[in-house]
């Protein structure tokens, strides 16, 4: 089956772009002005930098360990239990991404989109049309992300196209008038955007070019670069069009954005409904794989060859989990923080961790 | 057989499920208003009037079935939002703020700035409201201004008619519109922003000037001629007519464009801004008894000079009024120092008011005139 069916490069472009950007895009700008200001770019370029060394890190893993699965290779260098523990948090982590997704569509989709509809509601249909693509092998869903990219690519330009004429790019000056203290907080929730590149430790095994280390990484990395670039667009036309004090008390900013656009002539306006139907689409595309990794891994912790048993069971404790919070300020903070730690746990920490004691053992080897 | 009714009885527990959805509205069934005027309630009950106006789609087409073009309802609440519910009490359909366009702030109500802010923050945050809103502030109460709405003669259009006036190209300069976001943006940046007034004619509604909002607060007036100078301040000008007096008799220009450029310096401690403006046009009308034709560039130099000085006096003036009246700076000497020399902005930007006030500002005016239209 990994003969016949793998995943092009093209692909895994296509989706680590489509799994990075999710709900992030919406608010980043709004957060790095408030945590730096005018000077925004810099934590978004900082944050690109070291979401590269990280993709850098997974990708050397599997050079390190060639022809191997991730589950193989770090039960191979951490051993069972340690190993099983860290993805037993990479589980929890994706699930409280899951809520944190579906509950954040609820209720944007119920404040632009549809009034009336409870939440509750929305939650469980997002999560069932969900369930489907999450079922799938990782080439299917490899195939979504690829489908789902040129829509991410092409709504950007023509929110570029459309805002140009009622901006005033003064409004991004002056430059690098930060408090360096601020830096790394900054910093850290702009790398909090990044996150999503983590289905590379599913793609990889199957990758078309797993042979060829090289071109996977060059990939993935360019991959990084074109989120970045996207989340600079965004931060410099919000930014533009609000005025950083604007921009500090807007909750989400892009969509803002696109509500103020105005073609005369009553040709198009009132775009937020459009905007909110496509950014749908861009985080059905992020569920799809952090679901699919949270069943993965219950399929391995399980010893169950078919993930797909594990993907229903999982619906319910979603959706309780997406509940949790009261009001939409509790989102951030309770399902927030906890992605935020756990993220750091299972993206950052468990890679890095893998890569250093499979350097070790393979200089050891070398030795003997 | 036993699958096939499985499947059977799934499909017909899911139909009622697939018939609509929670959010079905028809869309005639839905009331969309235009503009929306707050007044504050001087007589007995809650703090504001509420007037909402919104076409009568009955009116529209051909086939129309009733005359009265807008429906105008007027309620007394105690914010915008409950003035909107109770007045849904009392029609047929509920309202829908997705096509708002203009806002009208009655007279009263804007010499308080927390009133202003509440509404304003209001509007902002609501998730429907266009935030293209236009503001306009009553010369009056904004009741009668949009009462006044269906006796104004000569409209064409169906209930848009402060909004047509407010959007589009226009060549004059005597009013300048702004939008909900423009409002909020520039009293962020320099705490001062300026809407439009409105008066009710005999039989139409006119806009002129500008009403000046400190944050939030109204502070004072500007007129149409002192409008126009303070759009040349601010380097937003665009086309207009100028009438300048040269050898005694009148000359009017109409202008094409004008760019400027801001200059900033400082010696021995003394702020000092130079607003280059450069201003383009061609010469409208020229009648002049002894010499009717215009062929020599000395001529065409003069008349520059003449029309150079009439708005060097327009704009002197309107400055002189920002910086000792209103101490308010309202053409956006503060953004450009905050933006392009950052560090003299961390010295003055705390008491800016009263930098602003004794600041040197030297307004360099250039005129051009290209063309001089088809006769000699």
Known sequence: ?368 | MNKKIIYLSIIIILIPFMTGCWDMQEINQILFPYSIGIDLNEGEGERYVITITYPNINAIGKNATQEERIHIVSTVASSVFEGATQLSTRLQYPFNFKMLRVLVLGKNITNDAGTVKEIIDGMSRDFSISKKVRILQAEDSAEDLLLSIPNAKRQEVIEGTLFSMLSGKRSTSRYTPITLTDFIREIDLSGVAIAPRAATGVEDIKFFGGAIFKDYKLIGYLDEVQNRALTILKGKWKSDLVVASFQDMTISYITTGSKMKRKFIKNNEELKVRLEIRVEGALQEYIHRENPTLNNTELIEDMEKAIEKELTKETNEVLEMLQKEYKSDAIGIGEYISKFHPKVWKEVGNDWDEVFADMDIEVDIDVKIRRRGLVQ
């Open chain 1, 1 to 368: 089956m990994r003969e016949t069916n793998e995943i092009s490069s093209v692909q895994i472009r296509g989706l680590i772009v489509s799994t990075v950007i999710g709900v992030g895009i919406l608010s980043l700008p709004n957060k790095m002005a408030i945590a730096i200001g005018n000077d925004g770019w810099i934590p978004i370029i900082l944050g690109g930098i070291f979401s590269i060394i990280n993709v850098f890190i997974i990708n050397k893993i599997f050079q390190i360990y060639p022809n191997k699965d991730f589950f193989e290779i770090g039960r191979e260098a951490l051993g069972k239990w340690v190993f099983n523990f860290f993805i037993f948090i990479f589980f929890i982590y994706n699930m409280a991404v899951m809520a944190s997704l579906s509950r954040n569509l609820a209720e944007l989709v119920k404040a632009f989109l549809l009034e009336t509809t409870p939440p509750e509601v929305l939650i469980i249909t997002f999560i069932l049309a969900t369930t489907y693509i999450a079922r799938s092998e990782i080439q299917i869903i490899g195939r979504l992300g690829y489908h789902i990219y040129p829509i991410i690519i092409v709504s950007i330009i023509i929110l570029i196209i459309f805002s140009l004429p009622s901006i005033d790019y003064t409004n991004a000056l002056p430059v690098f008038q930060f408090d360096i203290s601020k830096l790394p907080k900054a910093v850290l929730d702009s790398y909090f955007s990044f996150v999503g590149f983590e289905i590379l430790l599913f793609a990889i095994p199957f990758a078309e070019d797993r042979n060829n280390n090289s071109k996977i990484v060059r990939t993935s990395i360019s991959a990084i670069i074109i989120v970045t670039i996207i989340y600079l667009v965004v931060f410099f036309l919000t930014l533009s069009q609000y005025g950083l004090h604007s921009l500090q008390r807007q909750a989400f900013p892009t969509i803002s954005l696109i509500k103020e656009i105005d073609l005369p002539g009553f040709f198009i306006e009132n775009l937020d409904g459009v905007a909110m139907a496509i950014w749908t689409l861009v985080i059905f595309a992020t569920m799809a794989p952090t679901y699919y990794s949270a069943g993965k891994i219950l399929s391995n912790l399980f010893a169950v060859r078919e993930h797909g048993f594990f993907i229903i069971p999982m619906i319910p404790i979603i959706y309780i989990f997406s509940l949790i919070p009261q009001n939409v300020l509790q989102i951030e903070t309770i399902l927030g923080t906890t992605i935020n730690y756990l993220g750091i746990i299972s993206v950052v920490i468990l890679p890095t961790l893998i890569y250093l004691i499979g350097l070790f053992k393979v200089r050891r080897r070398a030795d003997e």
